[in-house]
């Protein structure tokens, strides 16, 4: 090997090698993190006030993570959802640093109610106001699938949600607020939606939501991106904007969201899901969270 061949080897090699350890350092170093789409370089949003890497294997970290498992009055979920949420690892952990949500086919009994699907439900035990989300994520698949990464007022009144439990639960839903990062139902594959429910506008006839197709939701990780302001709220995917609330007028019904949120994770059966279903998860990489 002469030596323009052998200098030419050795370059490559320090290259790589370089580009290995940037990548290993950011990697373990959120503050630092510069891909300008996944933290919105242009943001007032850029101090990490709270992250969940999902790092380690086994049971979720019960720090930051509660578990709502608690039927509401009836025995079902509302909106006809049709699973039980489990505390159990077999629906809720991590593996190779990525936290792993599944929803199953599987008969099981709780709380009185025989139920033939399960998946988990996550309250995080932090809360803010303002401030902008990251999350990296792929999705489940399978018609009758409906995963969702989302927000509620902590002032929910909501028997068996974290924040209830501590006792601030004074406001029923919708007037509470909610806020639905992302949306995705496996009867229209690749399709993200981004809503706002409150007391102007609320359930199925909501009128405040957004959404964008995107490539391989559920066998690729996306960028998730909800930067929410005073003034307004903005949803994003890969730097896409898909979805902005910036309402005219702010009161009571259509802005009570100028006090703490907290988020929520699930996977929810429909009751048309595929007869042939058997599992399907929802893997985050990553929750992170600037003000």
């Known amino acids: 090997m002469n030596k323009r061949v052998r200098a030419y080897a050795l370059s490559i090699i320090g290259l790589i090698l370089l580009s290995y350890l940037f990548f290993s350092f950011f990697r373990s170093n959120p503050n630092v993190y510069t891909d300008s789409k996944a933290t919105g370089l242009d943001s007032e949003f850029n101090s990490l006030v709270w992250s969940d890497e999902f790092d380690g294997e086994g049971a979720i970290n019960q720090e930051k993570w509660f578990h709502q498992t608690q039927l509401p009055p009836g025995g079902s979920w509302w909106g006809g959802i049709i699973q039980h949420y489990t505390d159990r690892e077999a629906n809720s952990y991590l593996k190779d640093d990525y936290l792993n949500l599944v929803a199953k086919k599987e008969t099981f009994d709780d709380q009185g109610e025989i139920k033939q699907y399960t998946a988990a439900r996550l309250n995080s035990k932090f809360a803010f106001t303002y ?142 899901i595929d007869p042939d279903f058997v599992e399907s998860s929802m893997v985050v990489d990553y929750i992170r969270i600037y003000q």
């Open 131 to 272: 401030g902008r989300i990251e999350i990296r994520a792929k999705l489940p698949t399978g018609t009758g699938t409906w995963p969702a990464i989302w927000m509620l007022n902590t002032n929910i009144d909501e028997d068996g949600a974290y924040w209830d439990n501590q006792g601030l639960g004074t406001t029923k839903w919708p007037s509470c607020g909610e806020i639905d990062i992302l949306e995705h139902w496996g009867k229209n594959q690749d399709y993200v939606s981004s809503a706002l429910h409150n007391a102007s506008s609320y359930g199925d006839q909501v009128k405040n939501v957004g959404g964008q197709k995107i490539d391989d939701a559920s066998a690729k990780f996306h960028d998730y991106s909800f930067e929410w302001s005073e003034e307004k709220m903005i949803f994003s995917v890969d730097g896409v904007e898909h979805f902005r609330y910036q309402p005219t007028i702010k009161n009571a019904d259509t802005w009570p969201y100028d006090s703490d949120y907290y988020l929520i994770l699930n996977i929810a059966i429909e009751p048309g």
